[in-house]
């Protein structure tokens, strides 16, 4: 199902594929495949007002190898902060452009929440909420049942932030972990 809150409803799919592609519209139409986004959920809902996008029920997002499911998830797209950004493709908003579909936005946050499973970089992350700054590439792991899994290795707390951009792995609450070493050697 999709609800609209504006007149411009049958182009919902366009927005939702640019706010996820983060490219402009011509680039959207020739998308390599490893940067084609696929989504499935039981209900989609699109607020151009304020610039939001929520997919829930049974949700799958997928591009390249990176795999997101929840219960829902929410897109916010389509803010700028500087002029720089501004010359990265930005189309503006409508008020700005006139265009009622802001094509050309950028996702600036995605919010998954309720059974939270996130496949990338060879890992496994679970949680009850995550957050993902997409500008920092920051992405922050919530709940009782947060944590990441890499091979064999585990590790669990109430908060898990990963820095995709350094690699820094941070966890707080409850922290708790196991550790296979590459080498037969260990703390001995």
């Known amino acids: 199902m999709i609800s609209r809150n504006n007149k411009f409803g049958n182009a919902v799919f366009f927005v939702l594929l640019a706010a996820l592609c983060t490219v402009s519209p011509a680039g959207a139409q020739e998308a390599p495949e490893k940067d084609t986004i696929h989504f499935s959920s039981e209900r989609l809902e699109i607020d151009n007002n304020s610039k939001t996008a929520v997919l829930s ?101 109430s908060r898990i932030i990963v820095d995709r951009n350094s690699g820094l792995t941070k966890v707080e609450g409850s922290v708790e972990g196991v550790y296979f070493p590459e080498k037969e050697k260990g703390i001995e």
Request: no cysteine; hydrophobic share 35%.
């Open 57 to 157: 029920g049974n949700v799958k997002v997928s591009q390249g190898t990176t795999v997101i499911r929840s219960q829902k998830l929410r897109l916010r797209f389509g803010e700028t902060d500087s002029p720089a950004e501004q010359e990265s493709g930005y189309a503006g908003d409508a008020e700005e452009t006139g265009d009622p579909l802001p094509v050309g936005g950028d996702v600036r946050e995605i919010v998954a929440m309720g059974d939270v499973r996130i496949e990338f970089d060879e890992a496994l992350a679970e949680a009850d909420e995550a957050v993902y700054d997409v500008r920092k590439r920051i992405l922050t792991l919530s709940g009782k049942s947060a944590r990441v899994i890499n091979n064999q290795n585990v590790i669990s707390g």
